[in-house]
């Protein structure tokens, strides 16, 4: 897809892309919708109050959703108008557009809503509600269940026959590039050790968890579960996620309930969501499920997990990178229309602007791990850095920064990235 705009081969904001965010810049404080398109962020207030969607009656009608501070408005549009507004967009910056009278040729919208991206700075997305973290990845399970199980009973009985899920803090996800500080709570210093006495202290075992995230765009009635057939239509858009995780604070709160603090420190998204549409041409199986699932969550299809290649880069204090996984998004048992069926399955009513969490993507190989905790089984094994350091979790100073793409080069439809920096714990010794 030709551009006349220059676009690098290599960029994750390809034409073929048109992924959707929130953007403020020095000039102006004020967030507001952009999309994302090479190297550049599309100012889309600022496009739209320059007669930019006048070509489609259809999009302009609508104009005031590009002046909201969130996605959440644009959202609830639904669907088919993302995919009318989105193909609009792709017209517009064609090499052979319709419509180069209105930023091609118009010198004077360009300066103002064709902002490089270096020049913005990018905020959560949407006004998130709720936060749903799912437990999708079968490999990421059974690993984890191996550690504290063993193979013959790391997954358990329920885990093929149900999408398991918690429910996790909306208030704690933050946009890519926030600092996220070590937390402190209750840990077993000597597991093994009798009687079993908590100390209170920073984690040592801090943690990452390679995921996606999907954005729900229209959500459904109280007491009216969404089939799975129709759930695609629910489907805003997705973004990268890191799920931070602090192993020995959860190892010790997480029986009967399941993870609480231990999590709620912070979960880092991508700042541009990459809409449902962009990604329909990469749908492919994902693990096969050989048990003989509940009705309500079969789907009409097999192919409706996404084949977007993962990679995890490790950044210590003095600016040394490791690539320390790769991976593949398909690694998941549950698709996002199988997880939507089974949250609402009981007549929960999700909104728009919910989050979902995918749950760890990890692969069957070694290097294919989404967390430390699977790649050093429990911290038995060491990771080798490229500088020569050695890390079994997280130290201080780390960086973490997850990417994320499909397609080919000149086509790609990708995420950009998520990072996060590990800040020193608070002094709480007091």
Known sequence: MASWLDISPSSHFSLANIPFGVISTAADATDRPAIAIGDYALDLRAFAQGGGFSADPSIEKHAAVFSSRTLNDL???GRPFHRTLRQYLQSVFAADT???????????????????????????PLAIGDYTDFYAGKHHAFNVGCLFRGPDNALQPNYTHLPVAYHGRASSVVVSGTPIRRPWGQILADPKAEPKIPTFTPCRRFDIELELGMFVCGGNDLGSPIPVA???DHIFGYVLLNDWSARDIQAWEYVPLGPFTSKNVGTSISPWVVLADAMEAFKTQGIPNDSDICSYLKEPTKESLLDIHLEIDLITGDGNRTTISKTNSKNLLWSWPQMMAHHTITGCNLRTGDLLGSGTISGPEPGTEGSMLEQTQGGKVIIKLSNGEERKFLQDGDTVVIRGRAGREGALVGFGEVSGTILAPLDLSQ
């Open 230 to 232: 129709k759930a695609d």
């Open 98 to 124: 319709p419509h180069a009278a209105l930023l091609k040729d118009n010198a004077s919208l360009r300066s103002t809503a064709l902002l490089p991206l270096k020049d913005v700075t990018n905020h959560l």
């Open 75 to 77: 959202a609830a549009l």
